[in-house]
C-alpha cells in the first residue's frame, strides 16, 4: 500500500519515484521465473507433478526469499508488465516510474540517486548557483522590456543619443531632437534602476569561495573567469545604486526644453558634461546586462562568452577613459611589486 500511494504520486508528478531490489532477490526471481515456464511448457512432467507440486517447487522458500509468489508479483507489479505488454502490442502508452534498480552494496544506491536526482557535486554550490541564477533573472527582468513580443534592453532609447555622443567633456555634441526625447524617457524609466537591483545572492556567491578557481599543480585559488565576472557585476550594481537623482533631475530639466519637443527632427546642440553621466547609467546598465547573460550562461554549463564579454570603459568620455586606465596600476605590476625584494 505504501508503494501504491507512492506512484500515486508519481502519477500526479509529485514526486521522484526509484524502486531498488537486492541482487540476489533479482536473481532468484529470474531463476523461479524460468523454471516456472520450463514446468509448465515440459509436458514430460505432466505425469509426475502436479499443478499443486509445480506451484510448491516455483515458491520453496530460500535463504533470502520466503515468499516468493508474493515478492515476484510484487516485483511484477513494480515493473508494471502488465502495462509493458499491453505497451508492446501498441494498444496503451508505456508506463513510468517502473525502472527498478539492482543493488549489491550501498554504493549502488548512492551512484543511482545521484544519476536521478543530479546528487552529484557540492550541494552548498548547487544551492549558490540557483539562487545566483534566479537572482540574476531577476536583475535582468529590472533591465530589459516587452516589445512586439520580445524583450529588448531599457538602454534601447537612451542608445540613439549614446552614438552621437563625441569629444572631450568640454566639447558639445549634435542629437536629433528625438534622440534627446528619448534619452529623457530612458532617464524617466530606467535612470534609477540600480535602487531597485538586488545582489545578495551576488555577495554570497563572491564571498563563499565556491567560484574560485583551483590549480592542482600549485594547491593555490585564484580568481577565474566567472569569479572576476562576478567581482564586475558587483562592482557595476554598486555603482548604480550609488548614482545621485540629483544629476538625472538637472538632465531632464534640459532635456524638457518646449523647443525640443516641438522641433524632434531638428538638430541640437548640447554641451557633454551635461550629459557624461545620463550615458554613463547607459554603459553600465549594458555592461550588467552583459555580464548577466554571460555568468547565467556559465552557470549553465556554457562559459565561452565569459571570455567575450565587451564592456564600456568607466567613462563615456574616450580620452578620460583611456587616461584612466593608464594611470591604473595592473593586476600584473601589483603582483611583481608585491614579489619585489
Same mark, same amino acid.
Given at each position: 500500500?505504501?508503494?501504491?500511494?507512492?506512484?500515486?504520486?508519481?502519477?500526479?508528478?509529485?514526486?521522484?519515484?526509484?524502486?531498488?531490489?537486492?541482487?540476489?532477490?533479482?536473481?532468484?526471481?529470474?531463476?523461479?521465473?524460468?523454471?516456472?515456464?520450463?514446468?509448465?511448457?515440459?509436458?514430460?512432467?505432466?505425469?509426475?507433478?502436479?499443478?499443486?507440486?509445480?506451484?510448491?517447487?516455483?515458491?520453496?522458500?530460500?535463504?533470502?526469499?520466503?515468499?516468493?509468489?508474493?515478492?515476484?508479483?510484487? +516485483? =511484477? *507489479?513494480?515493473?508494471?508488465?502488465? /502495462?509493458?505488454?499491453?505497451?508492446? $502490442?501498441? %494498444?496503451?502508452?508505456?508506463?513510468? @516510474?517502473?525502472?527498478?534498480?539492482?543493488?549489491?552494496?550501498?554504493?549502488?544506491?548512492?551512484?543511482?540517486?545521484?544519476?536521478?536526482?543530479?546528487?552529484?557535486?557540492?550541494?552548498?554550490?548547487?544551492?549558490?548557483?540557483?539562487?545566483?541564477?534566479?537572482?540574476?533573472?531577476?536583475?535582468?527582468?529590472?533591465?530589459?522590456?516587452?516589445?512586439?513580443?520580445?524583450?529588448?534592453?531599457?538602454?534601447?532609447?537612451?542608445?540613439?543619443?549614446?552614438?552621437?555622443?563625441?569629444?572631450?567633456?568640454?566639447?558639445?555634441?549634435?542629437?536629433?531632437?528625438?534622440?534627446?526625447?528619448?534619452?529623457?524617457?530612458?532617464?524617466?524609466?530606467?535612470?534609477?534602476?540600480?535602487?531597485?537591483?538586488?545582489?545578495?545572492? +551576488? =555577495? *554570497?556567491?563572491?564571498?563563499?569561495? /565556491?567560484?574560485?578557481?583551483?590549480? $592542482?599543480? %600549485?594547491?593555490?585559488?585564484?580568481? @577565474?573567469?566567472?569569479?572576476?565576472?562576478?567581482?564586475?557585476?558587483?562592482?557595476?550594481?554598486?555603482?548604480?545604486?550609488?548614482?545621485?537623482?540629483?544629476?538625472?533631475?538637472?538632465?531632464?530639466?534640459?532635456?524638457?526644453?518646449?523647443?525640443?519637443?516641438?522641433?524632434?527632427?531638428?538638430?541640437?546642440?548640447?554641451?557633454?558634461?551635461?550629459?557624461?553621466?545620463?550615458?554613463?547609467?547607459?554603459?553600465?546598465?549594458?555592461?550588467?546586462?552583459?555580464?548577466?547573460?554571460?555568468?547565467?550562461?556559465?552557470?549553465?554549463?556554457?562559459?565561452?562568452?565569459?571570455?567575450?564579454?565587451?564592456?564600456?570603459?568607466?567613462?563615456?568620455?574616450?580620452?578620460?577613459?583611456?587616461?584612466?586606465?593608464?594611470?591604473?596600476?595592473?593586476?600584473?605590476?601589483?603582483?611583481?611589486?608585491?614579489?619585489?625584494?
Amino acid at each position: 500500500m505504501e508503494y501504491r500511494h507512492a506512484y500515486e504520486r508519481f502519477k500526479q508528478g509529485n514526486l521522484k519515484l526509484l524502486v531498488f531490489v537486492r541482487k540476489e532477490i533479482w536473481d532468484i526471481r529470474e531463476d523461479r521465473l524460468a523454471l516456472k515456464k520450463f514446468l509448465e511448457d515440459e509436458t514430460a512432467l505432466d505425469k509426475e507433478l502436479s499443478p499443486k507440486d509445480k506451484t510448491k517447487l516455483v515458491g520453496h522458500p530460500s535463504k533470502f526469499l520466503n515468499d516468493a509468489d508474493f515478492v515476484i508479483g510484487f +516485483l =511484477q *507489479e513494480v515493473g508494471r508488465i502488465a /502495462e509493458m505488454k499491453q505497451a508492446m $502490442k501498441g %494498444t496503451a502508452g508505456f508506463p513510468g @516510474g517502473n525502472w527498478i534498480y539492482q543493488f549489491a552494496s550501498f554504493r549502488d544506491i548512492v551512484d543511482a540517486c545521484r544519476t536521478v536526482l543530479d546528487l552529484s557535486g557540492n550541494l552548498r554550490q548547487k544551492a549558490l548557483r540557483t539562487n545566483l541564477k534566479h537572482e540574476i533573472e531577476s536583475i535582468l527582468s529590472e533591465l530589459l522590456e516587452p516589445t512586439d513580443g520580445a524583450v529588448r534592453p531599457v538602454t534601447h532609447w537612451s542608445s540613439f543619443a549614446r552614438k552621437c555622443f563625441l569629444g572631450s567633456l568640454d566639447d558639445e555634441s549634435s542629437y536629433k531632437g528625438n534622440y534627446l526625447v528619448w534619452l529623457g524617457m530612458f532617464l524617466l524609466t530606467g535612470g534609477n534602476v540600480g535602487k531597485r537591483l538586488k545582489s545578495t545572492a +551576488l =555577495q *554570497e556567491a563572491i564571498t563563499s569561495g /565556491e567560484f574560485l578557481d583551483f590549480h $592542482k599543480a %600549485t594547491g593555490t585559488h585564484t580568481v @577565474g573567469l566567472l569569479q572576476q565576472a562576478l567581482l564586475e557585476l558587483d562592482g557595476q550594481i554598486e555603482w548604480l545604486c550609488n548614482t545621485s537623482s540629483d544629476v538625472f533631475d538637472m538632465t531632464m530639466k534640459l532635456l524638457k526644453n518646449e523647443r525640443i519637443k516641438k522641433n524632434q527632427q531638428d538638430m541640437f546642440s548640447m554641451p557633454n558634461h551635461a550629459l557624461v553621466m545620463p550615458f554613463a547609467v547607459h554603459d553600465m546598465i549594458e555592461n550588467v546586462i552583459s555580464l548577466c547573460r554571460a555568468i547565467h550562461l556559465a552557470l549553465e554549463g556554457d562559459a565561452s562568452e565569459l571570455a567575450n564579454v565587451k564592456l564600456h570603459p568607466s567613462s563615456p568620455i574616450h580620452d578620460e577613459s583611456e587616461q584612466i586606465q593608464r594611470e591604473k596600476v595592473s593586476l600584473d605590476e601589483v603582483r611583481n611589486w608585491l614579489n619585489s625584494d
